[in-house]
């Protein structure tokens, strides 16, 4: 309801920016989160689970989606940055944050907000596999299916995304927008 009264008028949360579009609402969103930790509590019936979130982009999709999955589970996160503030990524990824939890003999559950050009998690998968975990997949909020030449697909996937600039659910411009309930296009 309270994402139908956005597109009619302004948001005060966008600062006068106008959105485009509604790309996935609030009750979308959360129904589909549901159904991702089901998925997951599913698919690793043992072993110890870590949940390592991609900063800052995965905050408020790992945050929900760690309440959505029934079994044991711990939780560190990543922070790996592409430089500036472009609408386009970069390409070129740097670390800030390392995971201080040991990651071998663990399951991994690298938790991305969007899949993109896909150059963020070909960086990162690589520096993680080095870890030795027991094994290493990606849950990934959205996927655009743009990516080309990306190494390790996504096990989970929430939505395939429309090739449009999102923002909202954790995902910013220029760090802005990122505390929207919803997911939407900028103008
Ligand atoms: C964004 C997004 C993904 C990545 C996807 O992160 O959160 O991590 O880009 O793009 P790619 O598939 O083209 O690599 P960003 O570097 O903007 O940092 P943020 O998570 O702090 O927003």
């Known amino acids: 309801m309270a994402t139908r009264a956005v597109e009619g008028a302004a948001d005060p949360r966008l600062s006068g920016r106008a959105v485009k579009r509604i790309a996935f609402d609030e009750e979308t969103i959360a129904a589909r989160v549901r159904e991702l930790g089901g998925e997951i509590t599913a698919a690793y019936p043992d072993g110890k689970l ?3 979130g991609l900063l800052k982009g995965s905050f408020i999709f790992l945050s929900d989606l760690v309440r959505q999955i029934s079994r044991p589970l711990q939780v560190d996160f990543l922070v790996a940055a592409s ?4 609408m386009v ?3 070129t990824v740097r670390l800030v944050y390392d995971p201080e ?3 071998e003999g663990k399951h991994i559950l690298l938790v991305e907000d969007i899949v993109d050009s ?3 998690l070909n960086r990162l998968m690589a520096i993680l596999e080095e870890r030795k975990p027991r094994s290493l997949e990606i849950c990934a ?3 655009k299916r743009i990516a080309d030449g990306l190494k390790h697909e996504t096990k989970f996937t ?5 090739n449009e600039f999102l923002v909202g659910y954790g995902l ?7 505390h929207l309930p919803y997911i939407a296009s900028l103008q």
């Open 83 to 86: 430089y500036g503030d472009a």
């Open 89 to 91: 990524s970069s390409g």
């Open 158 to 162: 929430g939505f395939d995304a429309p």
């Open 172 to 178: 910013d411009h220029a760090e802005n927008f990122r």
């Open 141 to 143: 909020l959205l996927h």
């Open 101 to 103: 939890t040991e990651l």
């Open 118 to 120: 896909g150059r963020t």
């Open 50 to 52: 870590l949940v390592l």
